[in-house]
Structures are given as C-alpha cells and as structure tokens.
C-alpha cells in the first residue's frame, strides 16, 4: 500500500504521515513547511516535499493584508498547492489530503482510481461560516466569509471518496448539510504522552485554565462573564496563547487582577501550566476535536467544555473526566465551574479519570491504528 499526505502548513499531518511511516505505507508527505522541522516527526526527507514559497506567502504576506487581497493570496495557496500534489500521485493506493487545498488532486486522483480521504478539521464549512456569522453580529463586528475558500470546500466534499472527520459533533454537522453517512469516518485525535504529563500542582489556588487563541470564534467572552461572575476567593483564571485586538473590548469589560494573560507557550512547556491547573475550560463556539483538551486531561485536568468543541468524545459519562455544556450557556458554565471549586475531592476523582481516559485510545498511535484500519477496510470493499 502507498499513501500520500498533503496539507498546507501542519496541523496534526505530520503526526499522521509518521503512523503511515512506522506502517511502512507513505509514499510522500507534502507539505509547506520545511523539511527540517517535518524531519522532528521522524520522517526521512527523503519522503517529503516542501512548498517552501507557498510557507513564506502564508507566513510573511497572508497576515499582512486584509480584505480582498487577504482572500486572493489565500487562495493562491491553496490552489498552487493543489497543482504541486499532482506530480506525487502516480502509483498510490490512496490520496489524503486537507480540506480547502486539495481540489485539483481530488480530481486527477479520481481519474487514476485512487480512493481520496479528505480531512476536515473542524466542522462542516456551511455550519462553521454559519455560526461564526452569528457570533461576529453579536459584537458588530465584520465577518466576511471567503466564497471561494467555501465553494472549493464544497466541491472537495463532493467529489472525496470519503471526510475523515475528528469527533461526533463535526459528523452530525455534515448530516445536517446532506453528507451521506457512508462517506464519513470519525477518528478522535491524539495527544503525545510523552510531552504532555502531570507533575505535582505546588499551590492551593484554584485555577481554571485556557489554552489556545483568545478569538470571539473560542467563545472567551462567556469564560470571562462566568468566570467573573462567580468571583470565587483564592481562584484566578489564567489564559495561555495570542491575544488578538477583536477581543480587547471584551478583555477591558471583564479586567480583573485574578485573570493572567501569560502569551503564547511553547509546547514543549504546556504541560508545566496545565498541571498547576485546578480545570480547564474551553467555551468554543465552533472547532473539529480541540487539541487542547487531550493535552490538558493528559496531565490530570478535568474539562468543561462546550458540546460545538468535539469534547464530548473525551468525557464518557457528566461529571466523570468532566462537563459538557451547550454551547454559548454561561449558566450551566457557571454551574460546573462552581461544583469543581465546591467538591476538591470529586475534583481529585475527576482529575485521575481525566488522565486515565486519554491513555486508552487517545494516544496518536491509537490514531494511527484507526487510521490504517479504516483504510484497510476501504480497500477491501473497494475490491
């Protein structure tokens, strides 16, 4: 078996590329990055190809502009990369490729009968432009969708053999858009052990924590308002990662010397932050499976996440390894948030289940393994 990876920049490609690599079955893995950070994931150069150009594009000019330029320049991208997967799929079993920059291939490997995996990290693009619609209006903020990042979604969808999808909530987004059940795989991702781990917490604060960019997409003004309005003694909410300017009216309604904004963390050191964590919350209004909530439960955090963030794969029972709420509910957040600071010893229980969840099944190796046998699986009905 053969198979290609493709994606523009990395998300959790790479993690995937090195489960097809210890399976023997990775033809090339073709990314933007370049080659000397891929090569940190285990893969050999000599099985990856890297749009160094289109890195630079995305990182030195995309962030530069907005508007119409912004959208032109992203989709130059996209289709570029698309184009350059091309010469890589001569002789392979199956194309994988990341949804918004995979179109052209979809369509030459469809020609050569190759069974096309498309990964969507997040949910169904029509409900994710939908709801974050929605959301930006509540502020009277200007939110203008990329028609044609979303009607080349559109077609991806379409012409894909197969949407592997990371948790039941993006799959039941997909439903609602007519996708046909038989056409989706949920995969829950992974999280390295190895890097994220508990130590021992060195203080009796208790602290929520937050990791991950403080949009109006993440739902951080219904963490503040629930956070600030409980106002509980010896707590602080400390938030790690970018802090940008459409949410600094937010920041200034709920200032509070108990909020701690530390800036962005290298990975590597996430886990030093979240072990001196008492739970961590994440109100999303929209993501896939966040990558944060494994890396959190995997050093002993409770969650309490919103049902629109995947989280409700990881917590197997209410009150177990943590709390779903729906989402945009501040209530029912504040409900959960007071119960973890009222309870320490089901707090304690929580954290220990937390841990335990994600060592069975959530592990990347668990990912890759599902991976290879969905693909197996495919292969033989194919036949």
Known sequence: MKIVVSVVGRFHAFDLAYQFQKHFV???LITTYPKYITKKWGIPSDLIHSNLFLEFIRRYLFG??????RVKINNYIQNKHAISILKYIDQVD?????????LKAIQEAKSKNIITILERGSSHYSYQMEILKQEYLKYNLKFTPDHKQWERELQEYELADYIS????????????????????????????????????????????????GFTIRKGVEYLLKAFTELNLPNSELVHLGSL???????RKKYNSSNIKYLGHKNQSDLYKYYSQGSVFVHASIEEGLSMVLPQAMACGLPIICSENTGGADLVSDQGKEGFVFKVRDVEALKAYILFCYENPDA??????????RVQTGFSWDDYGNR??????KLMASEQ
Do not use: C, H
């Open 26 to 28: 990775l033809k090339k």
């Open 64 to 69: 530069r502009f907005s508007g119409n330029l």
């Open 94 to 102: 199956v194309f994988i490729g990341w949804s918004g920059s995979s």
């Open 165 to 212: 999808v990371p948790s039941k909530f993006v799959y039941s987004t997909f439903l609602q858009y007519g996708i046909s059940e038989k056409k989706l795989l949920v995969n829950n991702y992974g999280v390295n052990l190895n890097q994220f781990k508990k130590i021992p917490k060195e203080d009796s604060v208790f602290r929520v924590i937050y990791a991950g």
């Open 244 to 250: 940008p300017d459409e949410t600094l009216q937010i």
């Open 347 to 356: 707090l304690k229980k929580m954290s220990k289940y937390a841990l335990e």
């Open 371 to 376: 991976y290879m046998e969905n693909i197996n």
